[in-house]
């Protein structure tokens, strides 16, 4: 376009300027948007965790609860999920009848959260939720443990498992497996799939039992009865 009127010109120059300012104010304004939601909301309890050992929130999906449920249901003893979020896997063990169920999470406001889905659901003081960095949780009276967390963490915490856990212990891990364990039983695909574990009896934690005492996946209803030891391949 021709611009005759250096005047015209000069204002036009700016309200280009103008524009490209506008734009850049609107990409640092969702910029420190997306910075003010991490560090209000998920950063919360990382500070002192090394970055590498940080895993994101990410909800377990209906599928994924369901599988880890099929794996532990109508086992004994106390049931955690390291790292619990909203809360949802302890909430969920809690009602089919896995008690006591506690949820370890470092972020305050998803130990928040989780305790108010217990309250909605009529179960407040009956599961419980900590805010506790779960490297500086005992394992050694939990019989059942769920876990949820990035592969780099999960081959750090496959040392704690088999130093603190019990035997007869079982360890379920959804998204990904433990390293190096052998499972007993894998349920779901993809993204969805859930591995077990055992602690054998006089044994090493995550050796190769399932060529020893097989198991099944429980059932759903409520009486289901799991046998306790090792599983075959439930897929
Ligand atoms: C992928 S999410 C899984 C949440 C939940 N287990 C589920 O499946 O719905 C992982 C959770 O672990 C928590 N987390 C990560 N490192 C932790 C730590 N060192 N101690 C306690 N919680 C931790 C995160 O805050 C996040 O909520």
Same mark, same amino acid.
């Given at each position: 376009?021709?611009?005759?009127?250096?005047?015209?010109?000069?204002?036009?120059?700016?309200?280009?300027?103008?524009?490209?300012?506008?734009?850049?104010?609107?990409?640092?304004?969702?910029?420190?948007?997306?910075?003010?939601?991490?560090?209000?909301?998920?950063?919360?309890?990382?500070?002192?965790?090394?970055?590498?050992?940080?895993? /994101?929130?990410?909800?377990?999906?209906?599928?994924?609860?369901?599988?880890?449920?099929?794996?532990? %249901?109508?086992?004994?003893?106390?049931?955690?999920?390291?790292?619990?979020?909203?809360?949802?896997?302890?909430?969920?063990?809690?009602?089919?009848?896995?008690?006591?169920?506690?949820?370890?999470?470092?972020? /305050?406001?998803?130990?928040?959260?989780?305790?108010?889905?217990?309250?909605?659901?009529?179960?407040?003081?009956?599961?419980?939720?900590?805010?506790?960095?779960?490297?500086?949780?005992?394992?050694?009276?939990?019989?059942?443990?769920?876990?949820?967390?990035? /592969?780099?963490?999960?081959?750090?915490?496959?040392?704690?498992?088999?130093?603190?856990?019990?035997?007869?212990?079982?360890?379920?891990?959804? %998204?990904?497996?433990?390293?190096?364990?052998?499972?007993?039983?894998?349920?779901?695909?993809?993204?969805?799939?859930?591995?077990?574990?055992?602690?054998?009896?006089?044994?090493?934690?995550?050796?190769?039992?399932?060529?020893?005492?097989?198991?099944?996946?429980?059932?759903?209803?409520?009486?289901?009865?799991?046998?306790?030891?090792?599983?075959?391949?439930?897929?």
């Amino acid at each position: 376009m021709e611009q005759d009127d250096p005047a015209e010109a000069l204002t036009e120059l700016r309200e280009r300027q103008l524009g490209a300012l506008e734009l850049l104010q609107a990409a640092a304004g969702s910029g420190l948007a997306a910075y003010t939601v991490w560090a209000l909301l998920l950063q919360p309890g990382f500070r002192r965790v090394p970055l590498r050992l940080q895993v /994101p929130y990410v909800g377990a999906n209906a599928g994924q609860v369901e599988h880890v449920l099929s794996l532990l %249901r109508g086992r004994p003893g106390k049931t955690v999920d390291l790292g619990s979020g909203d809360g949802r896997i302890v909430l969920a063990a809690h009602r089919c009848g896995l008690r006591p169920a506690v949820g370890y999470e470092l972020n /305050p406001w998803l130990v928040a959260l989780a305790r108010l889905h217990a309250w909605r659901a009529g179960c407040a003081g009956s599961v419980c939720y900590r805010r506790k960095d779960l490297w500086k949780v005992s394992l050694r009276d939990c019989r059942n443990v769920s876990v949820f967390l990035a /592969p780099s963490v999960l081959s750090l915490l496959e040392d704690k498992l088999r130093a603190e856990l019990p035997a007869g212990a079982r360890v379920v891990s959804g %998204r990904f497996p433990l390293p190096t364990w052998q499972p007993v039983a894998v349920l779901g695909e993809g993204l969805d799939r859930v591995w077990a574990y055992d602690v054998p009896e006089g044994g090493q934690a995550g050796e190769a039992v399932s060529s020893r005492i097989p198991i099944q996946a429980a059932p759903r209803p409520s009486s289901a009865s799991v046998p306790e030891g090792p599983v075959s391949q439930a897929n």
